[in-house]
């Protein structure tokens, strides 16, 4: 099984500051098949991010994603305040997992 | 518009089985895999299985095999998973996924239904 490891496991920060979350993969990811979600309370999670770059529809682009084979990022440009949230990444290069989470809180 | 809506909660006892079902709308049901993933209280997301409602495969992850069951009735475009011999630490929301446009059950959800919390407790 791929384990995704995501850091830090919380991220203070303010609005309008940049945000840089980290995603990394215990084996290299075929094709970059990484996706990134959004979730806040009480909501299913939303895809920000596919294969590693790509963003989703509707997606504003202060997100971006990068990275290939096993270290992965995932930046919000300028934080607004619905941003602050909680994002994992989701591997689907090898069967399916998720990170374990990182949390945007406002500083 | 493109959904998918589930079932409400549900409260067990130990060693029941729950039977959630996700319906979907504004598309092809048979043309998307559909995924069940979950998360326990203040945790973060577990893969459980996929299957496809175009024939029925589905595969399990290995936490949840001979206790998930996932199938579907493609005349009402709803998918259900069955997970059986409940136990209090399977309490947690459960989350059908879509997969967007793709020949391979593995790929980004591109839409999730709302979740539906199942409780487990004597």
């Known amino acids: 099984e791929i384990v995704l490891t995501q850091s830090p496991g919380t991220l203070s920060l303010s609005p309008g500051e940049r945000a840089t979350l980290s995603c990394r993969a215990s084996q290299s990811l075929s094709s970059n098949y990484l996706a990134w979600y959004q979730q806040k309370p009480g909501q299913a999670p939303r895809l920000l991010i596919y294969?590693?770059?790509s963003r989703a529809t509707g997606i504003p682009d202060r997100f971006s994603g990068s990275g290939s084979g096993t270290d992965f990022t995932l930046t919000i440009r300028r934080l607004e305040p619905e941003d602050f949230a909680v994002y994992y990444c989701?591997?689907?290069?090898?069967?399916?997992?998720f990170g374990g989470g990182t949390k945007v809180e406002i500083k | 518009q493109v959904q998918l809506v589930q079932s409400g909660a549900e409260v067990k006892k130990p060693g029941a089985s729950v039977k959630v079902s996700c319906k979907a709308s504004?598309?092809?049901?048979?043309?998307?895999?559909l995924h069940w993933v979950r998360q326990a209280p203040g945790q973060g997301l577990e893969w459980m299985g996929w299957m496809n409602p175009n024939g029925g495969d589905t595969d399990t992850a290995q936490k949840f095999q001979g206790r998930v069951t996932m199938t579907s009735d493609t005349s009402i475009s709803t998918a259900y998973m069955e997970l059986s011999r409940l136990r209090s630490d399977d309490t947690a929301v459960y989350f059908c996924?879509?997969?967007?446009?793709?020949?391979?059950?593995?790929?980004?959800?591109?839409?999730w239904g709302q979740g539906t919390m199942v409780t487990v407790s004597s």
């Open positions: 504004g598309y092809s049901f048979t043309g998307h895999y």
């Open positions: 294969a590693a770059s």
């Open positions: 996924a879509r997969v967007g446009y793709s020949l391979s059950p593995f790929n980004a959800f591109d839409v």
């Open positions: 989701q591997q689907y290069g090898r069967s399916l997992t």
